[in-house]
């Protein structure tokens, strides 16, 4: 497994989107700032506007990601080589989850340079606090990112095609999902029958965490369930998935 998931990485780390995704993304972030800054911008107003300009990051990061680990590993049948060669299902799923994860936190710890240095080399003169939600917005925003893969993996694995999941991912990471789930649950005979549901929602868990985390460390059991049910299960269902798919060459 660990060949196979060295190997992988090295061939995803070169990909030309993926760098890019990461550029596009810094290049959005200074010119929003070039644009935002004036003499009376102050470090509240900087992190609350980077906040929501963070919450691109699973989209136009993460889906050139989950495009060069998974589709392209179809396209080019690295998945097919590596079975053959005796390396368990279980840990080719288990792998592409482990390499997303490094992919999409070496673009985040790319970024959080540029954005939490940005408001102190501008004298905005940003606290603690407003550096470390920064921090965690962009934690958290790894971990969306990241817990969208798990579920766009699933129909991949389960139908052997990488387009079923290309397109599930765009659909959880512009939020289309989120907001159709969010009016469904938000309906008065829901609200009257279960409750309010949509703090249950993935989004929901990981922005209620960031927030109690910047209170203290109450956040984690939030944390730890979005973990446990929207990237353990999802992966778990991919691994008894592919074990009975019948193996396409």
């Given amino acids: ?18 760098r890019g995704s990461v550029g596009v993304f ?7 700032v070039f644009l935002w800054y004036n003499p009376t911008f102050t470090a509240e107003q900087y992190a609350a506007k980077v906040t929501g300009v963070l919450g691109f990051f699973p ?4 889906l050139p990601v989950f495009l060069a680990v998974y589709a392209e590993d179809f396209r080019c049948r690295a998945l097919h080589t590596a079975i053959g060669c005796g390396v368990a299902r279980g840990c080719i799923v288990a792998a592409k989850l482990l390499e997303s994860a490094l992919l999409l936190l070496g673009a985040a710890a790319v ?3 540029p954005v939490l240095a940005a408001p102190v ?13 920064l921090a965690l917005t962009l934690g958290a925003e790894w971990l969306r ?15 052997q095609n990488a387009l079923n999941g290309v397109i599930l991912y765009v659909l959880l990471s512009s939020r289309t999902v989120y907001i159709l789930l969010s009016l469904a649950l938000g309906q008065s005979f829901v609200l009257d029958t279960l409750g309010d549901l949509t703090g ?19 956040g984690l059991l939030p944390l730890l369930l979005a973990v446990a049910v929207y990237m353990a299960l ?6 008894l998935g592919f074990r009975k798919q019948e193996l396409e060459l």
């Fill in 200 to 218: 249950w929602l993935f989004t929901g868990l990981l922005y209620a965490a960031k927030g109690q985390l910047l209170q203290g460390p109450g």
């Fill in 111 to 113: 970024l959080a340079l």
């Fill in 145 to 159: 990112a990241l817990g969208y893969t798990a579920l766009a993996a699933l129909p991949v694995f389960c139908t």
């Fill in 234 to 239: 999802p992966t778990a269902a991919s691994v």
């Fill in 26 to 32: 810094g290049a959005l972030w200074a010119v929003l």
């Fill in 59 to 62: 989209f136009v990061v993460g």
């Fill in 1 to 18: 497994m660990y060949n196979y998931l060295m190997a992988d990485l090295r061939r995803t780390a070169r990909t030309a989107a993926l």
């Fill in 121 to 133: 080399a501008l004298g905005l003169d940003p606290d603690a606090g407003q550096l470390a939600g």
